[in-house]
């Protein structure tokens, strides 16, 4: 383990002997690092590859999940939790619904009592959207949407909501953007945001400025803006991204960037998990070498109650709440709810849930669509089809093709695409999808929509 240490005011003696006390707790007991400190806000970023999972636990124990990560990493995540005293979750957060946020999302549900949803209410359609709301639905778990300019108070934190102010088009520039405050230390969550979200904050005058920086869409050089960038001023930046992923993430530009305002860049594939404890004066950042595997572990129950407070405009001042009675039911007051709606599509097969559009890098010269068998079973794929909405043109899977539990194949297009079966096929030599915006439509040899993936 690693640890970083980042003072914010000027310490006194005694203050100096406590931050002795802390680094030789943080050296031998890596415990200390992942929640169990009293006062301290710790919040950690998960190592689950390509996407984004943080895990926030406050002083008194609330537990808040910002992200899940792909579905891949969804026993992982819940491993890791319980492994570390987490059993359930009092605010789960969806910051928009791309499956390597959603997935392990999915699999928290299924797996441990989750006591609140904040979401955008954004329509997005993908059978892992829809098994998410069907689940939270089947559940009863109160759901909240957030939007620019409301805060809410989560004990001793303060979370501002700054984006999205309305719902458009592109599911990056409508993810969720929190800033997070404990005392004098900020945190600033971005979701796949890019550089249109990013003007439209500081066009709100939000305040962002913040200590700590979840870099937005895994460091790639649509998002941070030089004029966001600045704003927010970050001492600390993560970047959520996974080894060697196909995206070129994060990007150089992006790392000149954070460089250039003085920023510590921590990167989860080349740190791993990475946890910030702070008492709200001070911080110190650390790094542990575990990524998440997909290690099923079974949750325990427990009942906490979480007072939540919403306002009507950031930065208004917190009162406290009202005491009463504990319950489920931690949605904000005064919040306006947006139903998401669900675009209609053919009827799926059971396999709807299980063989999934997982990837789909379409900036190069090599493009293709990742498709992963999350099922129990191996797939007999002959016949099954991939479509790309915006041109109509149509790959048809080769007769006996089958895709094995847990693997993934690839469907090339573009002068560079290759051809490598089973785990890459060639599409054709020429590009399929549309650079300004397309959708990937998945269907069984039926003819029934199995999956898609709108960029």
Same mark, same amino acid.
């Given at each position: 383990?690693?640890?970083?240490?980042?003072?914010?005011?000027?310490?006194?003696?005694?203050?100096?002997?406590?931050?002795?006390?802390?680094?030789?707790?943080?050296?031998?007991?890596?415990?200390?690092?992942?929640?169990?400190?009293?006062?301290?806000?710790?919040?950690?970023?998960?190592?689950?590859?390509?996407?984004?999972?943080?895990?926030?636990?406050?002083?008194?124990?609330?537990?808040?999940?910002?992200?899940?990560?792909?579905?891949?990493?969804?026993?992982?995540?819940?491993?890791?939790?319980?492994?570390?005293?987490? &059993?359930?979750?009092?605010?789960?957060?969806? &910051?928009?619904?791309?499956?390597?946020?959603?997935?392990?999302?999915?699999?928290?549900?299924?797996?441990?009592?989750?006591?609140?949803?904040?979401?955008?209410?954004?329509?997005?359609?993908?059978?892992?959207?829809?098994?998410?709301?069907?689940?939270?639905?089947?559940?009863?778990?109160?759901? &909240?949407?957030?939007?620019?300019?409301?805060?809410?108070?989560?004990?001793?934190?303060?979370?501002?909501?700054?984006?999205?102010?309305?719902?458009?088009?592109?599911?990056?520039?409508?993810?969720?953007?929190?800033?997070?405050?404990?005392?004098?230390?900020?945190?600033?969550?971005?979701?796949?945001?890019?550089?249109?979200?990013?003007?439209?904050?500081?066009?709100?005058?939000? #305040?962002?400025?913040?200590?700590?920086?979840?870099?937005?869409?895994?460091?790639?050089?649509?998002?941070?803006?030089?004029?966001?960038? #600045?704003?927010?001023?970050?001492?600390?930046?993560?970047?959520?991204?996974?080894?060697?992923?196909?995206?070129?993430?994060?990007?150089?530009? #992006?790392?000149?960037?954070?460089?250039?305002?003085?920023?510590?860049?921590?990167?989860?594939?080349?740190?791993?998990?990475?946890?910030?404890?702070?008492?709200?004066?001070?911080?110190?950042?650390?790094? %542990?070498?575990?990524?998440?595997?997909?290690?099923? #572990?079974?949750?325990?129950?427990?009942?906490?109650?979480? /007072?939540?407070?919403?306002?009507?405009?950031?930065?208004? %001042?917190?009162?406290?709440?009202?005491?009463?009675?504990?319950?489920?039911?931690?949605?904000?007051?005064?919040?306006?709810?947006?139903?998401?709606?669900?675009?209609?599509? /053919?009827?799926?097969?059971?396999?709807?849930?299980?063989?999934?559009?997982?990837?789909?890098?379409?900036?190069?010269?090599?493009?293709?669509?990742?498709? %992963?068998?999350?099922?129990?079973?191996?797939?007999?794929?002959?016949?099954?089809?991939?479509?790309?909405?915006?041109?109509?043109?149509?790959?048809?899977? /080769?007769?006996?093709?089958?895709?094995?539990?847990?693997?993934?194949?690839?469907?090339?297009?573009?002068?560079?695409?290759?051809?490598? /079966?089973?785990?890459?096929?060639?599409?054709?030599?020429?590009?399929?999808?549309?650079?300004?915006?397309?959708?990937?439509?998945?269907?069984?040899?039926?003819?029934?929509?199995?999956?898609?993936?709108?960029?």
């Amino acid at each position: 383990m690693h640890e970083r240490k980042h003072l914010r005011a000027a310490p006194t003696v005694g203050w100096l002997v406590a931050i002795v006390v802390a680094l030789a707790l943080l050296t031998f007991s890596p415990a200390f690092v992942q929640g169990e400190t009293t006062g301290s806000l710790v919040v950690t970023f998960l190592d689950v590859g390509q996407g984004d999972a943080i895990w926030v636990k406050t002083p008194q124990g609330v537990d808040l999940l910002i992200d899940g990560g792909p579905q891949s990493a969804g026993y992982g995540v819940v491993s890791y939790l319980t492994s570390h005293g987490c &059993t359930d979750i009092e605010g789960m957060v969806l &910051t928009h619904p791309h499956a390597d946020h959603l997935g392990g999302l999915v699999t928290v549900l299924e797996s441990m009592p989750v006591y609140a949803v904040w979401y955008t209410g954004q329509s997005y359609s993908s059978s892992l959207y829809t098994q998410f709301l069907d689940l939270i639905a089947s559940k009863s778990i109160p759901t &909240t949407v957030l939007s620019a300019g409301q805060t809410l108070t989560v004990g001793p934190l303060t979370v501002a909501a700054l984006h999205p102010t309305t719902i458009g088009s592109d599911c990056n520039n409508n993810s969720l953007v929190l800033r997070l405050s404990y005392g004098s230390v900020d945190f600033l969550f971005t979701g796949d945001v890019e550089a249109t979200g990013e003007a439209e904050i500081l066009a709100h005058e939000y #305040t962002v400025q913040s200590e700590i920086l979840k870099v937005a869409h895994h460091g790639s050089d649509t998002s941070t803006s030089w004029g966001f960038l #600045t704003a927010v001023a970050p001492e600390v930046a993560v970047i959520s991204v996974g080894a060697g992923n196909s995206y070129g993430h994060p990007s150089s530009t #992006t790392l000149a960037r954070l460089a250039s305002v003085g920023a510590h860049t921590y990167r989860t594939d080349l740190d791993g998990t990475i946890t910030v404890t702070t008492d709200g004066v001070s911080y110190f950042v650390s790094t %542990t070498q575990n990524p998440v595997t997909a290690t099923p #572990t079974v949750a325990l129950t427990r009942w906490v109650y979480l /007072p939540v407070v919403a306002r009507g405009a950031v930065g208004a %001042t917190p009162t406290p709440p009202p005491t009463r009675t504990p319950t489920r039911t931690l949605t904000p007051t005064g919040t306006p709810t947006r139903t998401p709606t669900r675009t209609p599509t /053919p009827t799926a097969t059971s396999a709807a849930n299980n063989i999934q559009i997982t990837a789909l890098p379409y900036a190069g010269s090599d493009e293709y669509v990742e498709i %992963t068998n999350y099922g129990p079973n191996a797939q007999n794929m002959t016949n099954w089809r991939i479509q790309s909405v915006e041109g109509n043109q149509w790959y048809t899977f /080769p007769s006996g093709y089958t895709l094995a539990v847990g693997a993934y194949v690839r469907v090339h297009s573009g002068p560079s695409a290759v051809n490598n /079966p089973p785990t890459d096929l060639k599409w054709t030599g020429s590009y399929i999808w549309n650079n300004d915006g397309d959708e990937a439509r998945l269907y069984n040899e039926a003819g029934q929509l199995v999956d898609n993936w709108v960029y």
